[in-house]
């Protein structure tokens, strides 16, 4: 709001003016210009219009050209880590200077917290590259700077986050991942313009050198995407709501013989709860059928190529035939809507939930909540 309330950049006069800046932020903007009435001023004020966290200043004194040693029009961020300060190169236009400052206000490598995400997830750049490494390590120092040194490289088309594999706070991401912190130190790739999609080096030692083959592979298209699977259990098939993972849900979804019935679910999710007794009944209902299965698969720890899951629980029919065809359910979770769907060959009982349905349904689910606490706080934290 003050940022907003005042103009879009301040006016330095003199060295003073720039240490001050300095002095109170950790991240700022600086253009020097010969001419206040120029294209190369309006479009850095224009730029500035972007930023409500980042101070834009301006200069036209000769002494500050001076001892900046600049000879021309000019913009520098300046920044309290990494190298200091990176120059701007290229045509001043409003665009170029939001994309140099989106780019070059993170550090090389950023570690993630509560603090930093909003920076992470809300810049520039859509592609990352994470490391899970314990701050305690004996080697943490000698691991980073090969980071570092890595991340050099792929400033403008990849961003560097260290996981601090040892806080509690990161359980959540090591789950998302599938990784043990006995498996840390690690790395792995995720894009977030695509639907979040995975990926995993061919070699977990931390070198320099590797990390830029991962990363230039990667950008390369050299890798496919890495979805994590828990093994078959041997007793995948033995109960009537039969129990899928990765590895055997392409086999087993995409029968051409079967019609396969698959509850997506979280194990921490109340309403897959509530859904639980419901499903494991219209499993028995359909235990002895020739050619329709019921199964369920833990989305937290199982990804499956076919089917992005962003809600919990996900209800999706796999009708028999070799089409690779997918239905969503979205009517009722009572046993007599799934039965209907089911009969009709996944027609009839596709209905939407009515609004009032859905309030009913999130009332009843908030009072049963209350009763699992422990359960919701986990569901917040995941």
Same mark, same amino acid.
């Given at each position: 709001?003050?940022?907003?309330?005042?103009?879009?950049?301040i006016?330095?006069?003199?060295?003073?003016?720039?240490?001050?800046?300095?002095?109170?932020?950790?991240?700022?903007?600086?253009?020097?210009?010969?001419?206040?009435?120029?294209?190369?001023v309006?479009?850095?004020?224009a730029?500035?219009e972007?930023f409500?966290?980042?101070?834009?200043?301006i200069?036209?004194s000769?002494?500050?050209f001076?001892?900046y040693?600049?000879?021309?029009d000019?913009i520098?961020?300046?920044?309290?880590?990494?190298?200091?300060?990176?120059?701007?190169d290229?045509?001043?236009?409003?665009?170029?200077?939001a994309?140099?400052?989106?780019?070059?206000?993170?550090p090389l490598?950023?570690?993630?917290?509560?603090?930093?995400?909003?920076?992470?997830?809300?810049?520039?750049?859509?592609?990352?590259?994470?490391?899970?490494?314990p701050?305690?390590?004996?080697?943490?120092?000698?691991?980073?700077?090969?980071?570092?040194k890595?991340?050099?490289?792929?400033r403008?088309? %990849?961003?560097? $986050?260290?996981?601090?594999?040892?806080?509690?706070?990161?359980?959540? !991401?090591? /789950? *998302?991942?599938? #990784?043990?912190?006995e498996?840390?130190?690690?790395?792995r790739?995720?894009?977030?313009?695509?639907?979040?999609t995975?990926y995993?080096?061919d070699?977990?030692?931390?070198?320099p050198?590797?990390?830029?083959?991962?990363?230039?592979?990667?950008?390369?298209?050299k890798?496919?995407?890495?979805?994590?699977?828990q093994?078959?259990p041997?007793?995948?098939?033995?109960?009537?709501?039969?129990?899928?993972?990765?590895?055997?849900?392409?086999?087993?979804?995409?029968?051409?013989?079967?019609?396969?019935?698959?509850?997506?679910?979280?194990?921490?999710c109340p309403?897959?709860?509530?859904?639980?007794?419901?499903?494991d009944?219209?499993?028995?209902a359909?235990?002895?059928?020739?050619?329709?299965? %019921?199964?369920? $698969?833990?989305?937290?720890?199982?990804?499956?190529?076919?089917v992005? !899951?962003? /809600? *919990?629980p996900? #209800?999706?029919?796999?009708?028999?035939?070799s089409?690779?065809?997918?239905?969503?359910?979205?009517g009722?979770r009572?046993?007599e809507?799934?039965?209907?769907?089911l009969?009709?060959?996944?027609?009839?009982?596709?209905?939407?939930v009515?609004?009032?349905?859905?309030?009913?349904?999130?009332?009843?689910?908030?009072?049963?909540?209350?009763?699992?606490?422990g359960?919701?706080?986990t569901?917040?934290?995941?």
């Amino acid at each position: 709001m003050k940022k907003r309330m005042q103009p879009a950049v301040i006016i330095l006069e003199d060295a003073a003016a720039v240490q001050s800046l300095v002095d109170s932020n950790e991240v700022f903007l600086i253009g020097f210009f010969k001419d206040a009435q120029s294209t190369n001023v309006e479009n850095f004020t224009a730029a500035a219009e972007f930023f409500d966290d980042i101070p834009f200043g301006i200069t036209y004194s000769e002494d500050l050209f001076s001892k900046y040693q600049l000879d021309k029009d000019s913009i520098i961020l300046f920044k309290k880590f990494d190298e200091g300060q990176s120059n701007f190169d290229g045509e001043i236009t409003k665009v170029k200077i939001a994309n140099f400052v989106n780019i070059h206000r993170l550090p090389l490598v950023i570690e993630f917290n509560e603090q930093t995400a909003p920076k992470i997830f809300g810049g520039h750049l859509k592609t990352h590259l994470l490391l899970f490494l314990p701050k305690s390590s004996p080697d943490f120092e000698d691991q980073i700077n090969n980071f570092k040194k890595a991340a050099e490289s792929f400033r403008e088309k %990849i961003l560097f $986050i260290l996981i601090d594999s040892d806080r509690s706070d990161n359980e959540g !991401v090591l /789950n *998302f991942f599938a #990784l043990r912190k006995e498996e840390c130190p690690t790395m792995r790739i995720i894009s977030m313009e695509s639907e979040m999609t995975k990926y995993k080096p061919d070699s977990d030692e931390l070198t320099p050198e590797n990390i830029k083959l991962f990363c230039k592979q990667f950008l390369e298209g050299k890798f496919d995407s890495h979805l994590i699977s828990q093994d078959v259990p041997d007793d995948w098939d033995k109960e009537p709501v039969k129990i899928l993972v990765g590895k055997n849900f392409e086999k087993v979804a995409f029968d051409k013989n079967m019609n396969v019935f698959v509850n997506f679910y979280a194990p921490w999710c109340p309403q897959c709860k509530k859904l639980a007794p419901v499903w494991d009944k219209l499993g028995e209902a359909y235990k002895d059928h020739k050619n329709i299965i %019921i199964a369920k $698969i833990d989305s937290t720890v199982n990804e499956v190529e076919s089917v992005i !899951v962003h /809600n *919990f629980p996900t #209800l999706k029919y796999f009708p028999a035939g070799s089409d690779r065809k997918i239905i969503e359910y979205h009517g009722a979770r009572t046993l007599e809507s799934f039965q209907s769907f089911l009969d009709s060959g996944g027609h009839e009982g596709r209905r939407e939930v009515s609004r009032l349905e859905v309030l009913k349904e999130a009332e009843e689910t908030q009072l049963e909540d209350e009763d699992e606490e422990g359960d919701v706080q986990t569901e917040k934290k995941t």
